[in-house]
C-alpha cells in the first residue's frame, strides 16, 4: 500500500483501564482521525477526549528519543550500548559495596499498561537482585490485593463488580463518570449504569463530594473522609441485627462468620452515624436495600483505598457483598476468566506478605514491594541497606507519591540514578541516565492486567500502528538489554509475543484455539462472553473456603476504634480533610503534554464548600494558600455546594512548575502538586497504602495578585551531544 494512501488502523487504547477499541485514520505517519471502533466487542465505540491525544504523544517534540547522560553542561546524547555499559557498572559498583538492596526500583502506572514491561520486568528483577522495590501501587490498590489475598488466598484474585447484570450498585470512593472506572474495566462505563437504572435498578454513591458519578445516580450520601470503614462496619452490623444475610449458594464456603459477627457486634449504625456524617436513618436503609436487590454489589475505589483505614475498606467490600450473596454471582462481585491469567496456582500457600517489613519503618513488604510511602526514608536515613542508587521506570513519584518534595529531596541525594521514560520531567530530571521508551501507538498492545479486572470477558491484541525508528527501543528491549548487562548472559530471544502466546495457548480458552495467531486475525478483538461464576475453581486457599474474618482486620479494628474518628476529632490548627479528585482531560501526571487536553480553563483549583468559604472570606477564582504540617501550594478557588463542609478537593497529577524539566506544554500550566501537600507519613499501618485523602489542611485566602502566586518556569534548553 502506497505512503499517499488512507489506512485504518484498529488498536485498544493504552491511558487508563477502559481498554476502549480505537479506529484510527492515517496517511502514512500524519493521522486523520481517531474514534472509537465501533466493531470492538467490548468497548462497543467508546472514547473519552484523552484517546484523541494519543496523536500529541506520538508527534511530541519534546518526547525523547536518544539516551541522556546528565553532565555539568546539562543534558548530553548517548549511545545506547554506552547508556547500558555505564549503568550496569555502576549498578554493580554499589551492590558490590553495599549489598543488592543498595540499589531501589519505583515502577510507575504506566507499565500496567504494557505487556512487553509486564512480561520482562522479573527477568530485570532477577537480573538486578534487590528487594528494595516500590511502585505506584501502594498509592492505589494495594489493599485489594491483601483483601483478596487473605480471603482468597491470591493477590490478583480480585472481584469486580458485574455492572452489566446488577440490580443495584452501591459506589463508595469511585467516579468512574470521570476515571472510566478502575479495577473494573468497563468502557462506557457512564452507558452501562444508565442501564442498570433502565432495568429497574438503583445506583447510590458515597462520596465527600457530589462528583459527575453521583450527579448521575438514585443517590448521593456525602460521608467524612475516612470514615468509610466504619460506614461499611455499620452496613455489616445492620446484617446481622436484622438477619437480613443471605450467603445463598456461598453458605458452606464461609470460614469465620460467627467472629465476624461478634467484631461488628458495636458498631451499629447509631454509634457511626455522627463520625461518618450520615443519618443512621440512611445507612440502615441502604443495607436492607442492598440485602433487598435481586442482585446487589457494592465497589469501592481510589476514597476508600488510599486513606488511613483503606485495608479494612476493601476487606469490608468483599464482606458486604459475601453476606448478601453477591459474591461470584450474575450481578454481584464476579471474577473474570482472562485469557492470559495472572493468577497462579498456589496450592494454598501463603503470600509474600508480611515476610520482611522495611528497614527504617518496619512497614510491610508484600507482593515484593515496600510502600512508596517510605521510599524517601530507604534512601536518607543511612545506614545498612540504604538505598544509594535508582531506577524508576514509568514512573513520577515526585509529583505521584505522597510526601513528593521529599521524595525529590530524597532523589537528589542518590549516588546514582536512571529512568525509563519519555519525558524530562519532574522525576527524571534527577537521573544521571534517561533510557527514552517507545510509547503509545508505537507499541504492541495487550491488556495483562486489565482483562483481569474487567466487567466481561474478551481479548485483543494490537500491533504496533508505526514502526519505531532504529534507533528507539521498547521498554520491554531496554529492560531485556539492563538485564543481560547486568548479568553478562547471552540473548535467548524470547520476547513477550513469544510469552503472550504461550500463556495463551495454555490458558482457560487454549482449548478453543487461543493463540496469538488467533488474536491477530480478530483486530477488533475476540468476545469471550459474560462473566461466569467460577470461585471454586479460581480460589486459592487450599481448602476453596473463604476466609470472611481474617485475623489482621480484626486485629485492625483497634486501631480503627483509637482512632479518635468517632469522636469526630477535628484539629484546629488544620480545620480542613484534603481530597484528590481526577480530571476528565488528564492522566495522573504525564499527559499534561498534550495542548488538546490542557487547553481552556485552568482545572487545578481547590474546591470548597460555599458556607467554608463565606467563613474565610474566600471568593471564587481567588488564590488561596492550602497549607499541610509538611508543605503549601497556592491554586486558585472554586466555591460550590458539591463539597462536604470541613473537606476540600484539588486535583492530583499537576505541579510541572519545577525548573529544568523539558515539557514545554505542561510546563506552561499553572497546576500546582497536591503531593507537596501531602505526608508520606500518612498511611493505612495494615497494608502500607498512602493514605492521601483526608490530609488535614488549613485555607487560606491570599491579597496578592492572583497572577503572581507561581513564578513562570524556566526552561532550559537540551545540551546537544
Ligand atoms: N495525591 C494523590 N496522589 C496520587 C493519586 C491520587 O489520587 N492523589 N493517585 C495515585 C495513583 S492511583 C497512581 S496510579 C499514581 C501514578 O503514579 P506514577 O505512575 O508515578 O505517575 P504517572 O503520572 O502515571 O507517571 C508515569 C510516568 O511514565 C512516563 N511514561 C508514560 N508513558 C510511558 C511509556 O510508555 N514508557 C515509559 N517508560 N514511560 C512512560 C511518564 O512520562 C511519567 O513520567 O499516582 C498516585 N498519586
Ligand atoms: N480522567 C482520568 N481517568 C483516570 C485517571 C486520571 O488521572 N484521569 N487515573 C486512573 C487511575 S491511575 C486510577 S487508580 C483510577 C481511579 O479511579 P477512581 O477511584 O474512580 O477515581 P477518583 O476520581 O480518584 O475517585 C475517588 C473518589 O473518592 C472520593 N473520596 C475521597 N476521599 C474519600 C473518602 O474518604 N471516602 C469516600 N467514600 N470517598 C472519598 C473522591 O471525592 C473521588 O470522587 O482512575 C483512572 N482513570
Ligand atoms: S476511557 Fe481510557 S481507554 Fe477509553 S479512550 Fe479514554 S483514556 Fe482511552
Ligand atoms: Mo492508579
Redesign the pocket.
Known sequence: MSENETQTHYRTC?ICEAMCGLEIRHRGNEILSIRGDNDDPFSRGHICPKAVALQD?YNDKDRLKTPLRRTADGWQEIRWDEAFEEIAARFRGVQEEHGKDAVGV?????NA??FG?AIMLPRFFKALGTNNRYS??S???LPHHVASNYMLGAGMLIPIPDIDHTDFMLIIGANPIVSNG?LMTAPGVGKRLKAIQQRGGKVVVVDPRRTETARKADQHLFIRPETDALFMLALVHTLFDEQLVTLGHLASRIDGLDQLANAVQSYSPESVAEACGMPATAIRDLARAMAAAKSAVCYSR?GAS?QSFGGLCQWLNNVLNILTGNFDRRGGAMFPQPAFDLVRDKKGKPSAYGRHESRVRKLPYFNNEFPVATLADEILATGDGQIRAMI??????V????GGARLEAAFKALDFMV?????L?E??RHADIIL?????LE?PHFDVFFNSFAVRNTAKFSGPMFEKTPDQKH?WE?LRDLALHLTGLEDDGVTPEAMLDLGLRHGAYGKQGMSLEKLKASPHGVDLGPLQPCLAQRIQTGDGMIRIAPQLYLEDLKRLDGSGLLQADRNSDHPFAMI?R?LPRS????TQNSHRLVKGKNPCTVQIHSADAQKLGLEDGQTAEVRSATGAIQLPVEVNDDMFEGVISIP??WGHNRPDTAMSVAERQPGVS??DV?DCQRIDALTGN?A?NGTRVAVRGLTDDPGSAQAPPNRPPLASA
Not at 509529583?399 to 505522597?402: F, G, I, R, T, V
Open positions: 493504552n504523544f519505583y515502577l510507575g502506572n504506566p499498561h504494557n514491561n505506584s501501587a498509592a492505589d490498590q478502575s481510589m488510599t524508576t521506570i514509568a514512573g513520577n513519584p509529583l505521584s507519591a505522597p529512568s525509563v521514560d519519555i519525558y520531567n522525576t527524571t527514552p521508551a517507545t510509547t503509545g507499541v521498554d531496554i484528590g481526577r492522566h495522573n501526571t504525564w492530583q497529577g497536591m503531593n501531602t498512602a492521601f
